[in-house]
């Protein structure tokens, strides 16, 4: 009987069995960040442990940081304090970290692929939920909290629980103007954002295979909001194309044997998942969240359901209607936004800022919006000067920032302000998220914020295209 | 030195709702510390500040004097969804809660809570509703969860909770401080590393 990547990954990083019947996985790749460790490297102090592997670790600061003037010291001396934890803590345990300023700083998800760190086969770990984003490649990626950092750092490993597969298969094609985005969406509208629980999330089929990385980092980054703490994609030759030649890929001499390994990796043909469900892409439409949580969305030329069409998400949809200041049965279309974000692990690579950058080209943000654009990359964002992007933007009327996860999760000064609506391309909508506790948010694709910004209203991108 | 977990008594404090994320428990702000200390202070920060709790007149249940000094909390689905902070376990759990009973409960956060020794066990709908009506007519009410007996009681209702059989395993003999159990046996871990054919050399 064949097996599933997942099993394999699992197989081959097990280390024993615990006497509490936990798995004791070893993890390929450890990537940190200023926020979800100080804690642990204080544990490690005070136990007078050293880091296990530390060529096995690699940092970045990505969520505390300004995206404008970036002067040190912060004027944020609590951000300032972290980031000194981090440097300190990096420079005294000898790990590598891209620092503020160095040309590799980036939003962690987004670096860690962009540096050919993320590979396919591996075990990744990293104190963040959308760490998920690295099972693109086919690797077998968790977010973990801080006690487990303190594990990872300490023993390269962790005591955890074997999860199920469900196989989630997108079939057909995608229509124009529809994105991963939506698809992942939509996903999780269907499956609910407990429906994960205990498993992970394979992504395959027709629309899957001939997604391009980005794409797929965009779908397996918002596992997480679906409940499932794992997604992956089976690595195939887009995968291995990703990989060459990136910083810490493998190099040229070996890179043949090892492609080979990742693809052998690749989920069996005659695999058994626990469940598998199926995707119709031709039947999807740009989506949009109406809601308080990433499964409360509908297709852009939809209305917003009713709690009696909620079923037993009767009194969620009640709340979520007072808190967003909408009456069932509106049409989401026409809703007018404050703000629009376009970034965040979710949807800031150069591909995102492409798609939207098409749409914002000979046009200009309607008067009334602020638009902002933050690279999740220092690289993404030269390369989006390069090729003239940053350009369209700026002409656009949007704000170009620096790498960092910005207005996502308001922990830096982008923040929204008041009972203010955001057009977001990130990853949550819950309440408060992005940093004010009456801000309002609805999740899209890039190129639907794009849209939206340009507008001034929750628009159908494809009247744009 | 190992702290087994293995009951838990106290008064409750329910708080109603599905899919309560993480940002609400302890919104993304208060994570900027290098420490977990006076986390418990800003526990669902935001939404006791909003007030009117659940288009009430009520305090929001942190506020509320009458579930002063609770340590179970009583959830419902999907409780601590979202982000990976273990800030969220660890402020309830510097509040004072030292169990929590729910119908379901995000993986990430129970994970976490696990680790910090604060079991998340789950209870029948139907159960969680005698638990709820009992609350109801007595808040003070005093309430055991029997992690070993697999037990949750109030007043003179029993019922049957469940925890993974690993995670209550774990709790049960104090093996929920990991590293040192994964520290045990290096020699393997040492093994395990060395057969993966790949490296991080860059």
């Known amino acids: 009987m064949g097996q599933t990547l997942l099993r394999k990954v699992w197989d081959l990083h097990t280390v024993r069995q615990l006497p509490t019947g936990q798995t004791q996985l070893f993890i390929g790749l450890h990537l940190i960040h200023e926020v979800t460790t100080p804690q642990a490297f204080d544990a490690l102090r005070a136990n007078g442990w050293r880091v296990a592997f530390p060529e096995r670790t690699f940092g970045t600061v990505d969520h505390i940081i300004p995206t404008g003037d970036r002067k040190r010291p912060f004027l944020d001396v609590m951000a300032e304090d972290m980031l000194s934890a981090l440097e300190r803590n990096c420079r005294d345990f000898g790990l590598r970290l891209a620092a503020l300023g160095d040309d590799r700083q980036g939003i962690v998800h987004v670096i860690g692929p962009e540096l050919g760190l993320t590979q396919p086969g591996m075990t990744i770990a990293c104190g963040d939920s959308h760490t998920s984003t690295h099972g693109a490649f086919g690797s077998v990626a968790f977010g973990i909290g801080t006690s487990q950092v303190r594990d990872v750092l300490a023993s390269q490993c962790l005591a955890i629980e074997p999860l199920k597969v469900r196989r989630i298969r997108v079939t057909g094609a995608l229509p124009r103007g529809v994105y991963a985005k939506d698809v992942i969406l939509t996903i999780i509208q269907r499956l609910g954002v407990r429906g994960g629980t205990g498993y992970a999330y394979e992504y395959a089929g027709d629309v899957v295979d001939r997604m391009s990385m980005d794409e797929r980092m965009t779908m397996c980054n918002m596992s997480i909001e679906g409940g499932a703490r794992v997604g992956y994609v089976n690595p195939d030759a887009t995968t291995v194309e990703y990989v060459r030649g990136r910083p810490f890929a493998p190099p040229a001499e070996s890179f043949d044997a090892m492609s080979r390994w990742w693809l052998s990796m690749a989920s069996d043909a005659d695999a058994v998942y626990d469940d598998e469900v199926e995707i119709r892409g031709n039947e999807l439409t740009p989506v949009v969240t109406w809601g308080v949580h990433p499964g409360q969305s509908i297709g852009v030329d939809g209305a917003v359901p009713s709690p009696a069409q909620s079923g037993e998400d009767a009194a969620a949809t009640t709340d979520a209607l007072a808190y967003m200041g909408l009456t069932a049965g509106q049409p989401i279309a026409g809703m007018k936004v404050d703000v629009a974000f376009i970034g965040s692990c979710t949807n800031s690579r150069l591909s995102d800022l492409r798609e939207a950058a098409r749409i914002v080209k000979g046009r200009h943000v309607a008067p009334h919006v602020k638009a902002l654009v933050v690279p999740g990359s220092a690289s993404v964002g030269r390369a989006a000067e390069r090729e003239g992007i940053a350009e369209i933007f700026q002409a656009a009327g949007f704000e170009w920032r620096n790498a960092g996860c910005s207005m996502c999760l308001g922990m830096n000064p982008d923040k929204l302000e008041g009972n203010q609506v955001c057009a977001a391309s990130s990853n949550r909508n819950f309440k408060g998220r992005q940093g004010s506790p009456t801000g309002r948010t609805l999740l899209m694709s890039p190129a639907m914020v794009a849209a939206a910004a340009v507008a001034g209203e929750v628009t159908d991108v494809r009247r744009l295209m | ?202």
């Open chain 2, 1 to 202: 030195m190992i702290r087994r977990v293995v009951r838990v008594e106290g008064r409750p404090l329910p708080l109603a709702g599905n899919d309560i994320d993480t940002d609400r428990i302890i919104p993304a702000r208060f994570l900027k510390s290098v420490s977990f200390d006076g986390l418990e202070q800003h526990v669902f920060a935001d939404e006791r500040k909003a007030g009117g709790y659940r288009g009430t007149n009520r305090p929001h249940p942190f506020d509320d004097p009458r579930y002063h000094g609770a340590s179970v909390m009583i959830v419902d689905q999907n409780f601590g969804c979202g982000s990976s902070r273990e800030h969220a376990p660890q402020a309830l759990q510097r509040w004072g809660i030292q169990a929590l009973v729910g119908e379901s409960f995000a993986e990430i956060f129970f994970g976490n809570s696990v680790m910090i020794g604060l079991p998340c066990v789950t209870a029948s709908p139907a159960d969680l509703q005698a638990i709820g009506a009992r609350v109801a007519a007595d808040p003070k009410a005093h309430m055991i969860v029997d992690l070993e007996a697999g037990t949750c009681t109030i007043g003179d209702f029993t019922c049957k909770v469940d925890l993974p059989a690993k995670s209550r395993e774990a709790l049960l003999t104090g093996a929920w401080d990991t590293t040192g159990l994964l520290l045990d046996k290096f020699d393997e871990v040492r093994a395990t590393a060395a057969r993966l054919p790949y490296s991080v050399a860059g």
